[in-house]
């Protein structure tokens, strides 16, 4: 289980295709004290470390993680949102989270709202069957609130703090990002 609050962004140090999956090299040397077999969400995606270095982890995503996300598109030096999973007794400042990815939404529209962005994702119908304005939602790991919801759209606002804290300060018009629905609504 994760929160959506992100304390750590990573870059993607390789990535290597197979046909059983995609095997991946993270390096993030803010995440310290970590073991082979922890689960870390990984641009919001539940991986367990296979390995590690000083610096840096390795993951691998299986085919089903490739039909579900946006791994496959990653690219080297890709920033990408980092996060331990949750210790009973810690603070609970995002929702519940679990790394498993619903699908993946369009980014269709980013609009300045000050030093805010409004960004507007399309999405499948099954996903946003499952979204209301003002619940939670997680793009890339990231735990936000939902500003509207649409037929084929839904759209949340991104604050300052989480534009210079996360990797969604990279999001462009056209790009992609993985979605989870609150576990509540599910």
Not at 3 to 23: C, D, E, H, L, N
Not at 134 to 151: F, R
């Amino acid at each position: 289980m994760f929160t959506g609050i992100i304390k750590s962004v990573g870059k993607v140090k390789s990535i290597k295709k197979s046909r059983g999956g995609i095997a991946l090299v993270v390096s993030a040397r803010s995440l310290r004290k970590i073991e082979k077999g922890a689960s870390i969400a990984v641009g919001g995606i539940c991986l367990t470390v296979t390995a590690f270095s000083r610096g840096s982890f390795s993951f691998f995503a299986m085919l089903e993680t490739i039909r579900k996300t946006t791994v496959s598109f990653w690219k080297k030096g890709q920033k990408v949102n980092l996060e331990r999973s949750l210790k009973f007794g810690e603070e609970l400042g995002g929702h519940l989270v679990s790394g498993h990815i619903e699908g993946v939404g369009e980014i269709t529209a980013i609009v300045r709202e000050g030093r805010s962005r409004l960004l507007k994702i399309e999405t499948s119908v099954k996903i946003l069957s499952r979204m209301v304005a003002q619940g939670s939602v997680a793009l890339d790991g990231v735990s936000l609130t939902i500003a509207d919801v649409g037929k084929n759209w839904f759209s949340v606002a991104l604050i300052p703090y989480t534009l210079s804290h996360t990797s969604l300060r990279d999001l462009t018009v056209g790009g992609q990002v993985n979605i989870e629905t609150d576990m509540i609504m599910r």
